[in-house]
């Protein structure tokens, strides 16, 4: 069982920058691949990146290749999404999510826990 919280959401500028993070209980944190997702009104929920139980993969939707990074900090039980070059369609509520799998998969349905989402708001 995990429980996952996330942070760090706000309002900011067109090109500005945010950092999210999602804190997870838990003594098997290392075992789980991390992805963030977001969800704007009216809008299924989308991928937007992952990473690996190591940190060794990951992967990013287009949209945000280039501008966001995800990383982790097993350590400290931490996956952290930094978002660069904001632009007003970025806004939603970024949601952190965790799955057991071998292979990162980008898909809402492939992930066991969620956090309760945050809200990212870019205004231009």
Known sequence: QVQLVESGGGLVQAGGSLRLSCAASGRTFSRYAMGWFR???G??????AA???SGGST???DSVKGRFTIS???AK????LQMNSLKPED?????CAAAVMANIIPRPIAYDYWGQGTQVTVSS
């Open 59 to 61: 992967d990013y939707a």
């Open 39 to 41: 969800q704007a009104p």
């Open 51 to 53: 990473i690996s139980w």
């Open 91 to 95: 806004t939603a509520v970024y949601y």
């Open 72 to 74: 982790r900090a097993n």
């Open 77 to 80: 039980n931490t996956v952290f």
């Open 43 to 48: 809008k299924e929920r989308e991928f937007v």
